[in-house]
């Protein structure tokens, strides 16, 4: 994925200021050759080519009587006037002055920051030309801990409605069940052979247990392959664990791994969707886990069959992030540890598995979409510790630590939270305006 950008000038520029456009676009070329399509100059006011945003890689005076024709473009504008690829300081009057005209402007003042603006673009582009995304259900709701999986948005029908019509994507639904009796026909032969280079740390783990996982992994490549250009997968994995005899944990490592295709636990599509954007747009490593304000007291640590939360000070301002018996799923590439172990929780069956991983503690961003569309969480917070619970729902979770925990508790849209290494904040609010979201810093 690529940014398409028009690059403009300014019929009244002079000689000078001509070959200082050339000499600026050839070095953007060269800076961001690998995030961007440099479609051909155009003199502002003449019809643009198909394009994700207008490009200035100048700006002169000229801009103050040209935004009435800069507005009929009717797309994002990118400023990238410096030597060094980034917003020239001289231009923030101008960048002021077409944003109080209603334009919508950006002015990185990093390449990294500007190369997150132009990812972002890439991805609402892609999105919009229809991205696929394959969620295997068959009855959602209706399995195992019923009570709670029926209240979620993602499986009802206005959610899908809405998240196609908002983004242009298109939800594809196959059989969790018949997937996984696909996955049985395979014989053990074929899924040593499939796993042969895959060299994953297991603990307690048997090789009849694993090749199960290796199996799930083959039948579900061979749906991902047969439909082509799947931009990302997930299972109803847990509510209907009864139609399966494993878990997807590590098919969804190797299909990231191995084919860069993107996962969700639980059959959330709204996680799913949001893990795409988040990766694609930051390149930063992203996971999902369930998200226990201490705040919450015995509801989460029922939940959890633990008796109490770490013993700490502030622990209005903390969390623990937990799933499914362990940190949470991620790919291992994004881990600082990362081993397969069996299952804890009762619900699925009795060969399935989990990874136990952990990122590296530190700064981190928890950022999730909104169930309106309209609205992006942006939490910063720090993982301080891993704390374990032996014989719990929670044998290695992360302690989070956050600034204001009543703000979260008001405002957090879902225990599925995304967690993103390392502080995001700013690149966060720059993906938002791209999509035209509101942000909500919690």
Known sequence: MKARLAPVYFKDA?????????????????????????????????????????????LIGAAFREWENLRQYALPFVVLTSPYGTV??????????????GLNVFSPYTVELAKVILRALAVKSDLGRGAKF??????????MQANIFKRFYWWEQECTDRMEQTFGIRLIYRSWKEVNQQAEQITDQAA???CADWQVDRQDVTEPVYLRTVKLYMAIKAVIQ?????????????????????????????????????WACEGDTLTLLSTYILYHALHAPVMMTNIYPFLVGMAALAHEKIDKFPDIADPANHALGVHCGYFGFAPRCFCSRWVLRPKVLEIVDENAVMVDCEMAKGPITLAKIYPDFCRLSIIEAEIED???YPGSDCRNGALIRYQDGERVMEELSSHHALILQGKQKA????????FGWDAMVL
């Open 88 to 101: 020239e300081m001289w231009d923030w009057e101008i960048v002021t002055f077409l944003r109080g005209e």
């Open 386 to 388: 891993y704390v374990q």
């Open 192 to 194: 040593r052979q499939a």
């Open 134 to 143: 394959l969620m295997f259900q068959d009855s959602p709701g209706e399995g």
């Open 427 to 434: 690149e966060l609010l720059q993906l938002a305006k791209v």
């Open 226 to 262: 047969e439909l082509g250009g799947v931009a990302g997968v997930g299972a109803n994995c847990l509510n209907e664990s009864f139609h399966s005899g494993t878990t997807p944990c590590l098919a969804w490592n190797m299909l990231f791994e191995r084919d860069g295709v993107i």
């Open 14 to 58: 002079n000689e000078r200021e001509r070959k200082e456009f050339a000499q600026q676009l050839e070095r953007l070329r060269l800076l961001y050759g690998d995030v961007a399509e440099f479609l051909p100059e155009v003199c502002v006011g003449e019809p643009l080519p198909p394009a994700d945003a207008v490009l200035f890689p100048q």
